[in-house]
């Protein structure tokens, strides 16, 4: 299993999940060229352990383990996972 971000993080884009990932899925970065062209961030499913230390680091609750990830948001799942198939990271 993986976690997703979620509609939550559109516009917001703190990094704090960022700075707590220990395996750094979760991209883009602040200090990423890319950072300011899209909305939010996104969870690599292919490289994210599940450890779930990122969820308890989003002020605005967006980070879900995915078969926790509400039906409303179940778009997301692919909305992550195609950010790394269109992006270098």
């Keep these: 299993m993986t ?4 509609e939550p993080c559109i516009g917001t ?5 960022v700075d707590v990932c220990p395996v750094d899925c ?6 990423s060229s890319k950072f300011e062209e899209f909305e ?3 969870i690599d499913p292919d490289t994210c352990i599940d450890c779930g230390l990122c969820v308890d680091e989003c002020p605005v609750q967006a980070i879900f383990p995915e078969e926790d990830l509400p039906e409303e948001w179940q778009s997301y799942i692919k ?9 270098e990271v």
């Design 3 to 6: 976690h997703i971000i979620a």
């Design 26 to 31: 979760i991209h883009p970065t602040s200090d």
């Design 40 to 42: 939010m961030l996104y």
């Design 79 to 87: 909305i992550n996972a195609d950010w790394f198939n269109e992006n």
């Design 13 to 17: 884009k703190d990094t704090s999940c």
